[in-house]
């Protein structure tokens, strides 16, 4: 087997991590204010320190997998720890009270589509419960995955 094909998967996880940063960092230029809306239950000092966050490891989780292409290895320790940060800080990341106020705001803008196909009784606030649950399925059977994966010893031992 060719190191290529053996380890794809650094190539694999660079590339899901530099496309996700990208779209949340496109989701951060809505600005301030749009994610005020969501987090609007936080007082004006934590919503800023929280927004600057936001923006702290978007941008670190870019330069991080643009890294890890390049085998660094402190770029591997930092998505290690971004890894373990998102897993133990879940409800900090996805609190529920941001998603029902984006459930909110969905089912002002589009909340007609599912009358319009018919569909009664469900709107996306009625859905915040099931989509914030698969959002932090989706975040552990990432990240999970991730850390097994560059701490084996054969992926740590391409890095320099």
Same mark, same amino acid.
């Given at each position: 087997?060719?190191?290529?094909?053996?380890?794809?998967?650094?190539?694999?996880?660079?590339?899901l991590?530099?496309?996700?940063?990208?779209?949340?960092?496109?989701?951060?230029?809505?600005?301030k /204010?749009? &994610? #005020?809306? %969501?987090? !609007?239950?936080?007082?004006?000092?934590?919503?800023?320190?929280r927004?600057?966050?936001?923006?702290?490891q978007?941008?670190?989780?870019?330069?991080?997998?643009?890294?890890?292409?390049?085998?660094?290895?402190?770029?591997?320790?930092?998505i290690?720890?971004?890894?373990?940060?998102?897993?133990?800080?879940?409800?900090?990341?996805?609190?529920?009270?941001?998603?029902?106020?984006?459930?909110?705001?969905?089912? /002002?803008? &589009? #909340?007609? %589509?599912? !009358?319009a196909?018919?569909?009664?009784?469900i709107?996306?606030?009625?859905?915040?419960?099931?989509?914030?649950?698969a959002?932090?399925a989706?975040?552990i059977?990432?990240?999970?995955?991730?850390?097994?994966?560059?701490?084996?010893?054969?992926?740590?031992?391409?890095?320099?």
């Amino acid at each position: 087997m060719t190191e290529k094909k053996k380890f794809v998967g650094i190539k694999i996880f660079s590339a899901l991590i530099i496309i996700t940063s990208l779209m949340h960092i496109r989701t951060l230029f809505l600005g301030k /204010q749009w &994610y #005020g809306q %969501l987090y !609007q239950f936080l007082p004006e000092w934590l919503l800023t320190l929280r927004y600057c966050f936001s923006w702290f490891q978007r941008l670190l989780g870019l330069f991080a997998a643009i890294g890890l292409l390049y085998r660094k290895e402190i770029c591997r320790k930092i998505i290690l720890v971004i890894s373990w940060f998102t897993i133990a800080m879940l409800y900090w990341k996805h609190p529920y009270e941001a998603y029902k106020n984006h459930s909110i705001i969905l089912d /002002q803008k &589009y #909340g007609h %589509l599912f !009358q319009a196909m018919g569909v009664e009784g469900i709107s996306f606030e009625s859905l915040t419960m099931a989509s914030l649950i698969a959002q932090y399925a989706f975040d552990i059977l990432f990240f999970a995955p991730l850390i097994y994966y560059f701490t084996r010893p054969a992926v740590k031992e391409q890095f320099c």
